[in-house]
Structure formats: structure tokens, C-alpha cells
């Protein structure tokens, strides 16, 4: 088989990336087996045939859509009538309209609505933290469509379960929350083969494996990690010989799944039970974002999702925001003093002496806070600015994770235009 060539490093996100992929992607489907096609995309797309039409699961990017449907169509061009969404994110709903013939059902689980209706609410929230993380241009939010305007495609929504039979193939469909709260799981019980959508593998990045984002920084709700680990007990309970995921490539024999599936699952555990044995303790989140680390032999990364941050999603899933601290209750931020600390220090040239120092001293998130508190004192301080850029490229140089690589390269854009237009 080919290899298949991904977005990697992509994220799987709610949003319009300008993706590469189609540009690299193979001129030809991949045939998994007789039955099954993949057509690598922004978000892979699938054509299940029968001897009664064909099934599609997930479309791809808008952008990639046809591209991705001109091969799957290459090799069978039966009447499409399913269309099955593992979930809504925009890298796996672009090609609704160019797969949907008449009488074409369209099948998501019941929390799509909610799910599309949420991103549609907060656009406007959305495109500009969108833009900053992945350097693109701001897309143009229209009029606020309210709380309910998100167009919804689906003609058949479940709740746990939905079973239906095509050309002699039965097609079982799970809700299996995880990296959404609509995710669904597709199981093809003929051909021992699970359709999981990015709850594997979010970010199609090869082997070794990244530990998954339990919490967004571009923002979403907590991921919840309970239901993520019982999502992949279901799929493990099927016994599947092939599982065939949003992003990345195929992984073929029930024991190779259950080797990858097992270590993702008790890693997610592993961290959720750290995160919930501290707070009985009365941990603050921060101690436990420094103390939580993932097992020794956990044979995870975190290029894609950070530990860190999921406990913190964890904690205050859990919790909240409020920290016991009195001071914390009021609208009234830590930076509304920076300007005073300050000016008792004696001016801004102070702080960046201690910021530089820090930087140098090997703490470079230290450094950052300082140059956070002289330019809220004074926001074009050349000095403080410096300091910052050191600081931000300092955490670049060493950055292992694509989600805060790409913050830090807005910081230290945002921080160079800043120097260039004083
Ligand atoms: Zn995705």
C-alpha cells in the first residue's frame, strides 16, 4: 500500500485552513480492501461500496473536497446513499454538498447540532484567535447568525446507537465522544473494521503518538476524559482488524490496535486520575501542571497535545475558575497593579534587568511575566520588548509541541511589528 500522505502536523480544527494537502496528495484512491477506498485529505474521506450504493464517511475540507471525491470516484461511482459524519469539525464536513445526491441520507450523532451550533454562536470569538494561531489571514465573520444559525445538514440524528443495512452490508454506528462531544464511531461488522474519526488521531501525525489536547488553547470546552477512555473501550470491544481514522494512516491487525489504542487510553486515564487525586489533596492547578508528567514508558509525545495543559482543562472542568483566593473574586486582574510594582522598582529598566536575568538563568516563562508587567506600565517600553523577543524565541528554539509553536510564532510576530512601528 502507498503511503499515505497526510496534512501532518495539522490540527483537526473547527476552522478553514488553507492546507497543503491536496497539493500532495497521491493522484489515486487508497484501497484499503475490496469494499473500502481512501481518498488522504485535510481529514480523510472514505467510500464504503455495496451492491446497493455507496457510503461516504466525512468529506474532507471544503477546499480539498472535490479533489478527494474525484478519486474516491475513480474507482466507484454508485449512487452515494449515506453520508456518515464522525463529527463536526470543518475538516471533515467541507464536501456535504458535493456528495449529497437526492434521496442521499446524511447521519451524525444527536450532539452535532449542539456542536455546530456553538461554533456558529462564537465565530466572531473564533477568527481572530484562529488567524493568530495559524498566521493567516482573519476570516470575515458575517452578522451574528444567534445562537441557533449554524446550518445543520444531517436528515438522521442518534443518540447511542444507529444500525442500518446496505446492499447486504451492515453498518453500525456508536456515539463515542471524545475529541468532540459528537464523535461516532462507524463499525462494519463484515469487515471487522472501525471508522473513529480523530479520536485517535487528531493531528495525523505519524507514530510515535502524541498524547491528545484533553484542552484546546484555540478554545473549546474540556475535552471530557472519562468519556474519552469508555469511547475507546467501545471501539476496543469491537475487536477490529483495521481502524481507520480522520488524519493519518490505517492501523491494520487487532493486535497492533489494541497495543496503540490501550497506550493512549491509559495515559488519558493515568493523567485524569493524577489530576483528580490532587485536587482531593488541595493541589493548586499549577502544582499539578509542574508535577503531572506522563508515565515513564508511556511511549506517548506531546507534539500535538500537552500534559500540562490538560490537567489544567481537567482541573477546571472539574472545578471552575476560582482558586480560593479572595483577591481572585473580582474583576479587578493581578496586571492592574504591574504599572505600581513598577514604579517602586525604580522604572521599567529595573524589571527588564531582573527579565534578562531570569532569561538567563534558564526561565524564560519568568521572563515573560516581567516584560508582561513593564508593559503594562509602558506598552511600547524598546527595552521590555527586547527582553520579550529573547524570551519568546528562547521557548521556541525549544519547543517539541505544534500548538505552542504556533503561538509563540505569533508572540514574537505581534512583538517584532510592535519594535518595527515605534
Ligand atoms: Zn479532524
Avoid at 289 to 302: F, N
Avoid at 378 to 400: I, T
Wanted: contains cysteine.
Amino acid at each position: 500500500m502507498p503511503r499515505i500522505v497526510h496534512a501532518a502536523l495539522l490540527l483537526c480544527i473547527g476552522i478553514g485552513v488553507t492546507a497543503s494537502a491536496a497539493d500532495q496528495a497521491p493522484k489515486k484512491a487508497v484501497k484499503i480492501q475490496d469494499s473500502i477506498y481512501l481518498a488522504p485529505a485535510t481529514g480523510n474521506v472514505y467510500l464504503v461500496t455495496t451492491a446497493a450504493g455507496n457510503v461516504v464517511i466525512d468529506t474532507a475540507l471544503a477546499g480539498q473536497a472535490a479533489e478527494a471525491r474525484k478519486l474516491l470516484l475513480a474507482e466507484n461511482h454508485g449512487p452515494v446513499k449515506y453520508i456518515i459524519l464522525t463529527h463536526g469539525h470543518a475538516d471533515h464536513v467541507g464536501g456535504i454538498p458535493l456528495w449529497k445526491e437526492a434521496g442521499t441520507q446524511v447521519i451524525a450523532q444527536r450532539n452535532y447540532v449542539e456542536f455546530l451550533n456553538y461554533t456558529a454562536r462564537l465565530e466572531g470569538f473564533f477568527a481572530p484567535r484562529n488567524a493568530a494561531a495559524f498566521n493567516r489571514p482573519q476570516e470575515v465573520v458575517g452578522p451574528w447568525a444567534g445562537n441557533f444559525g449554524a446550518k445543520i445538514d444531517p436528515t438522521i440524528l442518534f443518540d447511542e446507537k444507529y444500525q442500518f443495512s446496505l446492499g447486504g452490508v451492515e453498518f453500525h454506528l456508536f456515539s463515542t465522544p471524545g475529541e468532540t462531544p459528537d464523535h461516532l464511531t462507524v463499525w462494519v461488522p463484515a469487515y471487522k473494521t472501525a471508522f473513529i474519526g480523530d479520536n485517535y488521531d487528531a493531528a495525523g501525525l505519524p507514530e510515535p503518538m502524541s498524547f491528545p489536547n484533553l484542552s484546546t488553547l484555540r478554545g473549546s470546552p474540556p475535552r471530557w476524559a472519562l468519556e474519552w477512555i469508555s469511547s475507546i473501550d467501545k471501539v476496543l470491544a469491537l475487536k477490529p482488524e483495521v481502524v481507520l481514522m480522520g488524519h493519518g494512516e490505517p492501523i491494520f491487525g487487532n493486535a497492533e490496535i489494541t497495543r496503540r489504542l490501550t497506550r493512549f487510553r491509559d495515559a488519558i486515564q493515568y493523567v485524569h486520575d493524577e489530576v483528580v487525586k490532587g485536587m482531593n489533596s488541595g493541589k493548586d492547578v499549577f502544582t499539578l501542571m509542574r508535577e503531572i508528567k506522563l508515565p515513564a514508558g508511556s511511549g506517548l509525545t506531546e507534539s500535538f497535545g500537552k500534559v500540562s495543559w490538560s490537567v489544567r482543562g481537567i482541573y477546571e472542568g472539574y472545578a471552575g475558575w476560582f482558586d480560593m483566593n479572595p483577591s481572585s473574586m473580582y474583576e479587578v486582574p493581578p496586571a492592574s497593579v504591574y504599572p505600581d510594582l513598577v514604579k517602586l522598582a525604580g522604572g521599567p529598566e529595573a524589571v527588564v534587568r531582573v527579565a534578562l536575568e531570569k532569561l538567563e538563568a534558564g526561565q524564560p516563562v519568568e521572563a515573560l511575566h516581567l516584560t508582561d508587567v513593564v508593559l503594562a506600565y509602558d506598552p511600547n517600553n524598546s527595552a521590555a520588548l527586547a527582553a520579550r523577543l529573547k524570551a519568546l524565541d528562547f521557548l521556541r528554539d525549544r519547543c517539541e509541541n505544534y500548538v505552542e509553536a504556533g503561538w509563540l510564532d505569533y508572540g514574537i510576530r505581534t512583538t517584532k511589528e510592535k519594535m518595527a512601528s515605534k
